[in-house]
């Protein structure tokens, strides 16, 4: 653990000098020997910082802290050194010395959260470590700086999600109760199982990125090896359009409202539930949620349909407001893990058409869904709002 001056210490905690006195004043921080703070010292006063922004009064902090009430002693533990530090470097010299775009360089700050900086602004030393990221896929790999930008903006959001959850469950299972039975704030803290807990669960996301991974691998090895047999004369591909899917509930935000948040947040999880297994096993995947629906992305249409109609029967069996879902084929374009297109804009449209517990699909859907174990009734031409041109439809059934 390094130690500083107070202006280091200051500078580290990106306060100003006045400030870091103020707190040592007011008992919130403690130099040590020599009048040195540590960086768990610059950690306390960046939090302290926070909860001022907020609007707590920095004298009632000092209070509390003083008298033992919120003591700040939680935050030496190694699980808070993710409350990174500024670095001596700011982004200007960071994008000097490592050749990343300055536009880059910054976004790494976006990416985990905080709102954007300047280029005199100093890097946090949690993020130096994100740096090997931009060298190597900018200079080794030679990626577009568009493409890493997608990457650190899908990776930041992605981790945001996931930090969101666990903060919220270790709220729910751990701060509040031990708080509503009195329990005093360091008992709530818990260092040993902050430490315990993060290490299990840094284990566990980097092997399911890994499992991940793998599947995303598997996908590009399956496309070159086609290509090579193709080219070869080996084996010839079987070019299908990709089908954009939406299935909407009707009413499910009413429903949620009347049936209160617990039961509200139990319903989100079996439909969750019922769409991740069901999309998935017939290769395809929820790509995002919609209010009150999902997208999905299904490379081959048929089994999409197929998956449809397993969802639209689904929802029904777990008592969920019926479905209508509405699929289309047809050219997409993949963004930072979003698809976008002509094709997703009717597909959302063929869904807001159908009725409840109906599957509507294009006829491009029925054209590439040879061999799919499901039979279609010819509705007709269609006109769809925000759509030019009548859409041909079918609804899809069990063959």
């Given at each position: ?10 500078e ?41 922004d ?26 808070y ?9 700011t ?11 300055i ?5 790494i ?18 993020e ?76 566990a ?6 499992l ?8 590009n ?64 995947k ?44 047809g050219?997409?374009i ?17 869904a807001?058409?159908?009725?409840p517990?109906?599957?509507l699909v ?5 054209d590439?869904?040879?061999g ?28």
């Open positions: 653990m390094g130690e500083y001056s107070r202006q280091e210490a200051a580290r905690a990106g306060i100003s000098l006045d400030k870091l006195n103020q707190l040592v004043e007011l008992g919130i921080l403690t130099p040590g020997e020599g009048d040195r703070l540590t960086t768990a010292d610059a950690r306390k006063a960046g939090l302290v910082r926070s909860l001022e907020t609007g707590m009064p920095l004298e009632g902090i000092g209070a509390a802290v003083r008298s033992g009430m919120f003591p700040l002693d939680f935050m030496d533990s190694p699980a050194e993710r409350f990174s530090a500024l670095s001596t470097m982004f200007r010299e960071v994008s000097e010395r490592t050749g990343i775009p536009e880059v360089a910054m976004l700050r976006e990416a985990a959260g905080s709102a954007q900086p300047s280029p005199d602004d100093r890097v946090r030393e949690s130096l470590a994100v740096l090997p990221l931009g060298e190597f896929t900018l200079g080794r790999a030679r990626f577009r700086p568009v493409v890493i930008e997608r990457i650190l903006r899908v990776y930041g959001d992605s981790l945001r999600r996931m930090a969101e959850v666990e903060a919220d469950a270790w709220r729910s299972e751990i701060i509040m109760p031990l708080l509503a039975a009195g329990r005093h704030p360091s008992d709530v803290a818990e260092t040993e199982l902050a430490e315990e807990f993060s290490a299990v669960v840094d284990e996301i980097l092997a399911l990125y890994h991940q991974q793998a599947h995303a691998w598997t996908a090895i399956i496309d070159g090896v086609e290509m090579i047999l193709d080219q070869a004369g080996l084996h010839r591909r079987l070019e299908r359009p990709p089908a954009m899917c939406f299935l909407d509930l009707t009413g499910y935000t009413r429903l949620t409202a009347e049936r209160g948040d617990e039961a509200a947040a139990q319903l989100a999880t079996d439909l969750t539930r019922l769409v991740q297994r069901t999309s998935v096993q017939h290769g395809g929820p790509v995002k949620w919609l209010g009150d629906g999902v997208m999905f992305y299904f490379p081959d249409p048929g089994p999409g349909v197929v998956a449809a109609l397993e969802m639209a029967e689904g929802v029904t069996t777990a008592e969920l407001p019926p479905a209508h879902v509405g699929l289309h084929a050219p997409v993949y963004q930072a893990g979003d698809y976008f297109g002509q094709t997703v804009n009717v597909a959302s449209r063929i807001e058409y159908a009725r517990g109906e599957v294009s006829q491009a859907v029925v590439a869904a040879g799919a174990p499901v039979a279609f009734s010819d509705i007709g031409e269609v006109e769809l709002k925000g759509v030019a041109g009548a859409i041909h439809l079918h609804a899809a059934h069990r063959e």
